[in-house]
């Protein structure tokens, strides 16, 4: 199975600041055939499910703010908050969809407002 | 819009089967550009993909390989939903169940998971 990493495990952002999240893959998620990285990121807040932010590493999924945005290709991975706002407080994660079954996930980042 | 609608119980016993349906509204489960899938969460194992069920003209399941001689996922087209059974349960798997809608476009490629239901806290113990 795919394996994922992210760093930091936790973040303390100020409102209005920069939050950037990393995720690492042990192998290529890049599907050679159509050029996509089959990677999405999703954000969860306490008592919700996840909710899918970005899919093919870059792309917003619709009604997604632009204060969100993906990045990387292969196997190491950005998200970028640009300017956090007080409901961006929650836990991300990212998800590989190359090699299923299964689709894994990263162990999450949680990103607090300082 | 697309709804997801989980029920079940949220207790069973050590050595039972575990068994939660999801309800689809705005959606249909032989739907050609989703699929349907299962996924837990717990403290100690994170969020752990299960298994899908999808149509292609016929019938489709996957089961992550941990889970494969206990898991069983169906769907039921007459009444538009699918549903998680999981045999000789012990409390490691204990966890929030989700159910979600995978989807893809006109061409088949992945869109990410856009649509899950509300979660099921299980817990098993006697």
């Known amino acids: 199975d795919i394996v994922l990493t992210q760093s930091p495990d936790s973040l303390a952002v100020s409102l209005g600041e920069r939050a950037t999240i990393n995720c690492r893959s042990s192998?290529?998620?890049?599907?050679?055939?159509?050029?996509?990285?089959?990677l999405a990121w999703y954000q969860q807040k306490p008592g919700q499910p996840p909710k899918l932010l970005i899919y093919w590493a870059s792309t917003r999924e619709t009604g997604v703010p632009d204060r969100f945005s993906g990045s990387g290709s292969g196997t190491d991975f950005t998200l970028t908050i640009s300017s956090l706002q007080a409901e961006d407080a929650a836990v991300y994660y990212c998800?590989?969809?190359?090699?299923?079954?299964?689709?894994?996930f990263g162990p999450g980042t949680k990103v607090d407002i300082k | 819009q697309v709804q997801l609608q989980q029920s079940g119980p949220g207790l069973v016993k050590p050595s039972q089967t575990l068994s939660l349906t999801c309800a689809i509204s705005?959606?249909?489960?032989?739907?050609?550009?989703?699929?349907w899938i299962w996924i837990r969460q717990s403290p100690s194992r994170g969020l752990e993909w299960l298994g899908r069920?999808?149509?292609?003209?016929?019938?489709?399941?996957d089961y992550a390989v941990s889970m494969k001689s206990r898991i069983t996922i169906n769907a039921d087209t007459s009444r538009n939903q699918f549903s998680l059974q999981l045999n000789s349960v012990t409390p490691e798997d204990t966890a929030v169940y989700y159910c979600?809608?995978?989807?893809?476009?006109?061409?088949?490629?992945?869109?990410?998971?856009?649509?899950w239901g509300q979660g099921t806290l299980v817990t098993v113990s006697s």
């Open positions: 069920t999808y149509y292609r003209s016929k019938w489709y399941n």
């Open positions: 998800q590989q969809y190359y090699s299923t079954p299964p689709s894994t």
């Open positions: 192998q290529s998620v890049l599907y050679s055939s159509n050029n996509k990285n089959y």
């Open positions: 979600a809608r995978g989807h893809y476009d006109s061409s088949g490629s992945y869109l990410g998971d856009d649509h």
């Open positions: 705005g959606d249909s489960v032989s739907s050609k550009s989703a699929a």
